[in-house]
């Protein structure tokens, strides 16, 4: 058996590595043209071709999480469909090779996909991502918003006071450009407004440069009055970190499963909601255990009997099965926050429904057949 499951291995791996480097070409090149666009503007001095092509070479470890399980169901339907057309897997079958050795056999393969699909995912993309922000960062002078155009907003809450923070984006060296801070009184109405060019994080404050002070006194309705101060520095007493300012500027599937788990903590103590950060944190969970439903999904192709031209469909087949799964996880991820599901649900259905199938493919194709 070892000699069966060395030949397998070898063969599902060759697949899939082919199979990844392929999509991994075809995003590079996209990247690439993408970026031609930002060579030679007036904002990025400097930034020419050699800096394009580390720019976006810095982005495949953020495809390669994306692919991996795509790239492990195609390459392992190819494999199996391969053995199958050429009656190797037959002879496999009438060595020992039966259907629940085999699936035991791959799912062993689909847990080091699994292990491999979370230590990218975790840790490479997420490093490969801060590195190509800061190397852009380099020619266009700071770091924006991936979450919106307003920028980044956060809440934090004080005593009977609550705050409002808006960051529209953040430099190289954690200086935030153009920050608003909205104060509201236990009654909710607004009590301050403040407005600076730029501010620094230094010892549990934030030290705001250029900034205005408006006071709203709304006590009297007959004498209600806005009292404007301008500072030529301010500083502002809070908890909120340079971490948690990033982490609100970038993408919640760019970030660390543990970042995120800590800023949804951060956001239900405030009050805010958390439904899209939880759900991106339950995808980053059950995201790489669908290696092992592509390779149960992929198993059934070794039973079919091929005609001399039947792989190339079966594989296009596999290579749709792998994009309707790519775009059923996204699609799911955004009904789910737009209709209130419940996170944990919203990002397991979509492995939970190609479970099925593979389970049901499985015991029809297998089993009975």
Not at 136 to 162: N, V
Not at 321 to 332: A, C, D, E, Q, R
Request: hydrophobic share 50%; with cysteine.
């Amino acid at each position: 058996m070892k000699t069966i499951r060395r030949l397998i291995y070898s063969e599902v791996l060759k697949a899939v590595a082919f199979v990844t480097l392929g999509f991994l070409a075809l995003f590079f090149f996209f990247d690439f043209v993408d970026e031609l666009g930002d060579i030679g503007k007036p904002g990025n001095v400097g930034y020419g071709g050699a800096q394009a092509l580390a720019y976006v070479t810095l982005l495949i470890p953020s495809h390669l999480y994306e692919l991996l399980p795509i790239a492990v169901l195609i390459g392992t339907i190819f494999v199996m469909a391969r053995l199958a057309q050429s009656s190797e897997y037959t002879i496999l079958r009438t060595s020992g090779l039966g259907p629940w050795r085999a699936l035991r056999s791959l799912l062993v393969l689909g847990a080091g996909f699994v292990v491999l699909t979370f230590a990218v995912g975790d840790y490479l993309a997420p490093i490969a991502d801060r590195t190509a922000q800061t190397l852009k960062a380099r020619f266009r002078g700071d770091i924006l918003a991936t979450t919106g155009a307003t920028g980044a907003w956060l809440k934090e809450r004080q005593g009977a006071m609550s705050y409002a923070v808006n960051v529209s984006a953040m430099s190289r060296n954690g200086t935030l450009a153009s920050p608003r801070i909205f104060e509201f009184d236990d009654k909710g109405f607004v009590a301050t407004q403040t407005l600076a060019t730029s501010a620094r994080i230094v010892d549990g404050a934030w030290i705001l440069s250029g900034a205005e002070r408006q006071q709203y006194d709304t006590r009297d309705d007959d004498k209600a009055r806005v009292v404007t101060t301008q500072l030529t520095e301010f500083r502002w007493p809070t908890s909120l970190t340079s971490e948690m300012v990033s982490v609100a500027l970038l993408k919640p599937e760019r970030m660390r499963t543990l970042d995120l788990y800590d800023y949804i903590g951060h956001l239900e103590a405030n009050g805010q909601t958390a439904q899209r950060y939880e759900i991106q944190f339950w995808r980053k969970v059950f995201y790489p255990l669908s290696c092992l439903v592509m390779v149960v999904l992929a198993l059934p192709f070794a039973y079919l009997h091929f005609r001399q031209s039947g792989v190339t469909t079966y594989v296009f087949g596999g290579v749709l099965i792998g994009i309707s799964f790519f775009l059923l996880n996204n699609v799911f991820g955004y009904i789910g926050n737009l209709s209130h599901w419940m996170p944990w649900l919203t990002a397991a259905a979509p492995g939970l429904i190609y479970t099925l199938l593979s389970l049901a493919a499985f015991g029809w194709l297998v089993l009975r057949r």
